[in-house]
């Protein structure tokens, strides 16, 4: 079962759902159509990513460092 999260993000939508051993998010945008160029309709819809609590918890803080100025180059 799938259960919808506040975001406080515009645009972006929150899902928790049940992973194959964990509890996951998955993060949803609206695709740019102006940039999609020749793609199947079934990817003409949303962006998104599926995360488990732990790659979830280490993407924050990158996007927590990115936010502040503190990102690092590789």
Same mark, same amino acid.
């Given at each position: 079962? =799938?259960?919808?999260?506040?975001?406080? =993000?515009?645009?972006? &939508? %929150?899902?928790?759902?049940?992973?194959?051993?964990?509890?996951?998010? /998955?993060?949803?945008?609206?695709?740019?159509?102006?940039?999609?160029?020749?793609?199947?309709?079934?990817?003409?819809?949303? &962006?998104?990513? /599926? %995360?488990?609590?732990?790659?979830?918890? =280490? %993407?924050? =803080?990158?996007? /927590?460092?990115?936010? /502040?100025?503190?990102?690092?180059?590789?």
């Amino acid at each position: 079962m =799938a259960t919808d999260l506040k975001s406080h =993000a515009r645009g972006v &939508d %929150l899902t928790r759902f049940a992973g194959e051993n964990e509890t996951c998010v /998955q993060v949803s945008m609206k695709r740019d159509w102006s940039k999609l160029g020749e793609r199947p309709t079934s990817e003409k819809f949303f &962006d998104h990513i /599926q %995360l488990t609590r732990s790659q979830a918890a =280490a %993407l924050a =803080a990158d996007l /927590q460092d990115f936010a /502040q100025g503190r990102e690092r180059e590789e």
